[in-house]
């Protein structure tokens, strides 16, 4: 089972990317999701999260009302639409799973995903 990022890229600061996470091995309907990404020299950081479908979504503050989660399940998978990206979301970006019911509880709950993507750049330039 594996999950492959796509959709990373350069953009302009105001711009919108849009990262799928495509699931092959697993049905992401009965996993909890998670968006995270890492910047140099930074450690990474929850910005999204989801204990499963019908669940209640989290963003962390910086990316809330920019960012978005949807999925398609006939596709088996996720998105994270990205939009007005700033100077300080230069990342890479990875998709994860945990457990369906884990995850996300007030907050990325990092120790719970177990299942990684390989991750995917996005880069904020003018």
């Known amino acids: 089972a594996q999950l492959v990022e796509s959709g990373g890229g350069l953009v302009r600061p105001g711009g919108s990317l849009t990262l799928s996470c495509t699931a092959s091995g697993l049905d992401l309907r009965y996993y909890g999701i998670g968006w995270f990404r890492q910047a140099p020299g930074k450690e990474r950081e929850g910005i999204f999260c989801i204990r499963g479908p019908g669940h209640t979504p989290y963003y962390v503050d910086s990316v809330k009302e920019r960012f978005t989660f949807s999925r398609d399940n006939a596709k088996n998978t996720v998105y994270l639409q990205m939009t007005n990206l700033k100077p300080d979301d230069p990342a890479v970006y990875f998709c994860?799973?945990?457990?369906?019911?884990?995850?996300?509880?007030?907050?990325?709950?990092?120790?719970?995903?177990?299942?990684w993507g390989q991750g995917i750049q996005v880069t904020v330039s003018s």
């Open positions: 994860a799973t945990a457990d369906v019911g884990y995850g996300c509880s007030g907050g990325v709950i990092d120790a719970d995903f177990r299942r």
